[in-house]
Structure formats: structure tokens, C-alpha cells
């Protein structure tokens, strides 16, 4: 069935530091892909999408690029702030069915 | 517009009590998802709702699990003889089905903590 494997945590970098989280997946067909963020003591939101291959999904000062050709969708920022430190999700979805999602990978930003 | 709202937000039982949890989603969503999110296993797709199709609950642990969605709107998930291993956050979402690309983006509610004594 349809995975999603993303870096294991947990990650502790300073401020301004260059953040990149690791996400590959495993999917029949044309999935869509997201990155789910969830703040302390907050439910889960979501942080950007991509629905096709070359995408790049963006909010927050946050990317991902769909790479079909490596099954990847790595989150990436370039200058993190205390304020970024959560819980990330990488998952992917077809159309109206479930949403699979990654292990989570917490990350935590140091003044 | 209000987002997805579930109650309790917290609920402490003892082992074997059944325990109800309550999903009201979005006005107008046809689709309403529950996942389990617990220490070591991540977040657990349960079961799918979808309009006035037959629910997808293939993500159901076991046969105390049950669910429910009354009038296409509000739905109930039932947990009978609970066990330790229950306890987890238990997320609802729900979601537009209007053709919007290939995607659809799924808005989640706060969550139940559910602790089995």
C-alpha cells in the first residue's frame, strides 16, 4: 500500500539555521502531497501542498518541491525562527480517500 | 467560518467503560475522516466518510471500534471495552468533495486526548 517515510527526529537547530526535513513516499498512481504542521498544545494545520509532479508548494517562508523521479517532497527554510518549532507531518492523498501520513518529526529552534 | 469542533476535549475512563467522541465538521463538507494519532504509531487513518456512500473503515483497529455520521453531518465515534492501548488523540477532519484539482485538503479538529486508565 501507499507509505510515507520522513526523517526521524527529533531536530534541534539554532535560530536563523538552514532547516531541511526529508520525505520520500510510495504511491500507486498521482498522489498529491502535503506538509502538515502541528504547534504546541495546537490541533494539526495545513503548512503547503503540492498536487503534481515539478510542484512547489510554499507558505510561511517554507518549500517542497514534488520530485516524482525520487519520490520526494523535502521541506525546506532557509532562516528558522523559535516561533517555527513544532511538530511536521509529510503526507500524501488521491482525490477524496485518507490521508497517509509520516511518522512526524519534531523539530525544535533554539534562540 | 467555524472549523471543525470535537468534544470532548478530554476524557479520562477506566478500563471496559465505552467512551463516545463527537465530530462536528465544516458546514457543507460531505467528507469526514477519524485518525488516531498515538506515541509510537504516528497518525492512524480510522474510518471515511463520504456523503451517502458506505463508510471506508479499513483503518479500524478492532471490532470495538464503531462509527457513525447522523444526516451527513455530525458523527460519533464509539469506542467499546476500552483498553489501555486506547489512549491516544483522536482527530476528526473534514473535507470539500467539489472537484478542486487532485487534491483535497482536509481541516482538522482540535482533537479528544482519550486516557484508559
Known amino acids: 500500500g501507499d507509505s510515507v517515510t520522513q526523517m526521524e527526529g527529533p531536530v534541534t537547530l539554532s535560530e536563523e539555521a538552514f532547516l531541511t526535513i526529508n520525505c520520500t513516499y510510495t504511491?500507486?498512481?498521482?498522489?498529491?502531497l502535503f506538509w502538515y504542521v502541528q504547534y504546541p498544545g495546537e490541533g494539526l494545520q495545513l503548512l503547503l501542498k503540492?498536487?503534481?509532479?515539478?510542484d512547489k508548494g510554499s507558505n510561511k517562508g517554507f518549500e517542497a518541491t514534488y520530485r516524482k523521479e525520487t519520490t520526494s517532497f523535502h521541506l525546506e527554510k532557509g532562516s528558522v525562527q523559535v516561533s517555527d518549532s513544532a511538530v511536521y507531518f509529510c503526507?500524501?492523498?488521491?482525490?477524496?480517500?485518507?490521508?497517509?501520513f509520516g511518522q512526524g518529526t519534531r523539530l525544535t529552534i533554539n534562540p | 467560518g467555524a472549523g471543525v469542533s470535537q468534544s470532548p476535549s478530554n476524557k479520562v475512563t477506566e478500563k471496559g467503560k465505552d467512551v463516545e467522541l463527537r465530530c462536528d465538521p465544516i458546514?457543507?463538507?460531505?467528507?469526514l475522516y477519524w485518525y488516531r494519532q498515538s506515541l509510537g504509531q504516528g497518525l492512524e487513518f480510522l474510518i471515511y466518510?463520504?456523503?451517502?456512500?458506505?463508510?471506508?473503515k479499513s483503518g479500524l483497529p478492532s471490532d470495538r471500534f464503531s462509527a457513525e455520521r447522523t444526516g451527513g453531518s455530525v458523527s460519533t465515534l464509539t469506542i467499546q471495552r476500552t483498553q489501555q492501548e486506547d489512549s491516544a488523540v483522536y482527530l476528526c477532519?473534514?473535507?470539500?468533495?467539489?472537484?478542486?484539482?487532485?487534491?483535497?485538503?482536509?481541516?482538522f479538529g482540535p482533537g479528544t486526548r482519550l486516557t484508559v486508565l
Open positions: 504511491a500507486t498512481g498521482y498522489p498529491s
Open positions: 503540492a498536487t503534481k509532479a515539478d
Open positions: 503526507a500524501l492523498g488521491k482525490g477524496a480517500q485518507k490521508l497517509v
Open positions: 477532519a473534514s473535507s470539500s468533495t467539489v472537484p478542486r484539482g487532485t487534491y483535497n485538503e482536509q481541516f
Open positions: 458546514s457543507g463538507h460531505t467528507a
Open positions: 466518510f463520504q456523503g451517502n456512500s458506505a463508510p471506508d
